[in-house]
């Protein structure tokens, strides 16, 4: 069986933009993602938030690049600036 | 210290499943595995879970390439008809 | 926008390090990590914990290829040895 090739995108921001981020999954057409509790610390964003350990989440969709990249220019334009938030882009095969 | 290509294989499933995919793995020859708990959504596998939360899980198995597409083909043959589940294969180096 | 290519390292290591890594990302000069934690199994690093299930934490760093190398020589130099730990390297874009 061939497998297709995709993207994995993965989002980490504070824990208060779960269920907005989820929304806006949604809305743009995912058809499936993953969440878990995370901790993290750094200067995620451009909001320092020091290099304490704050609650987070950790999303991930696995979905065509296009969409993919759809997405993490999404939030990036409607969050990053006023949250930390940072996101990341891989291949993969499903 | 050259690193060696390897491959992740991630598997998202309903946390009924984890005893029974752990037990699957040790089957199958593979020697570590991670398990983080996880909550989804949206339309993994072939049984429409709808967009509802649930508990899931998150295995990651990191091996040889060719025991990685094997692990995933026993998981799609074994589970992915009757269960919500989602796999991706990624390379990697250790 | 053109995103740029940098190294994901994950690290997954018994919870009892999850201070001093940390402490260890900052001296090396991290600016942001994810921590999850996890349970797992297998033979991680070169002591055998065995098949069960135990209480570890999964880092996540995002970084240029250059210092997410150093960070994992650093780490198995450091603690491979002595500790169940296990690590890897992917690419990707952000």
Sequence with gaps: MAR??????TVVAESVL????????AKLGVTGFTVTDARGGGHHG??????DH???????????PG??????????ES????FAMTLWL?????
């Design 18 to 25: 779960e269920k907005q981020l989820v929304a806006d999954l």
């Design 54 to 64: 704050t609650g987070n989440i950790r999303i991930e969709v696995l979905c065509d």
């Design 46 to 51: 451009r909001r320092d938030s020091g290099w």
């Design 79 to 82: 969050y990053a600036g006023n």
């Design 90 to 94: 891989q291949d993969a095969r499903r």
């Design 67 to 76: 969409l993919a990249e759809r997405l993490a220019r999404h939030f990036e």
């Design 4 to 9: 297709e090739t995709c993207s994995l995108l």
